[in-house]
């Protein structure tokens, strides 16, 4: 299984959290402070080179207008949704070991998530939940 220092590496690590990620505890101490925006940002380029997408993807998790307006930090609904991809791009990059691999599989619709990205599933908790489940069963061999 994925670390949650693995899920705070995507975020940015201790210098854009502030302090180390050990613990699924410590991540969710930090989502309810609210994550640094940057930590959106960081997500986004993980998964895209293209600066185009990145923000793309950055304003269907926050409003462009609501993130020009935040000063430092997401709120806490908008870091768990921050957080929430970031644990599935770091699934990813667990189960394929390849970072290239991961973004393909994570931008690319699969039939097990109704034809949707695994990304664009991820976007809802149940969605992420959806994505996760089908990694798994790659992981572990197992059939659909």
């Known amino acids: 299984m994925f670390e949650p220092c693995h899920i705070s590496e995507i975020l940015g690590g201790t210098r854009v ?3 180390r990620v050990t613990s699924l505890l410590d991540l969710n101490d ?14 986004a380029r993980r998964v ?7 923000r793309t ?19 806490t609904a908008e870091s768990e949704r921050t957080e929430r991809l ?6 990813a990059e ?3 070991q390849d970072r290239d691999q991961a973004r393909r599989f994570l931008t690319t619709p ?14 809802t908790e149940l969605g992420a939940r959806q994505a996760e489940e089908v990694m798994a069963r790659i992981l572990y061999g197992l059939p659909a």
Do not use: C
């Open 48 to 54: 895209f080179e293209d600066p185009g997408k990145q």
């Open 94 to 96: 667990d189960v394929w």
């Open 57 to 75: 993807l950055m304003h269907r998790v926050v409003p462009e207008a609501t993130y020009k307006r935040r000063k430092d930090r997401l709120s």
């Open 17 to 19: 959290l502030g302090g």
């Open 86 to 91: 970031a644990r599935v791009v770091a699934m």
């Open 110 to 123: 699969h039939p097990e998530i109704g034809g949707k990205t695994p990304l664009d599933a991820a976007l």
């Open 30 to 43: 930090a989502v309810e402070r609210g994550l640094p925006k940057a930590t959106l940002r960081n997500v």
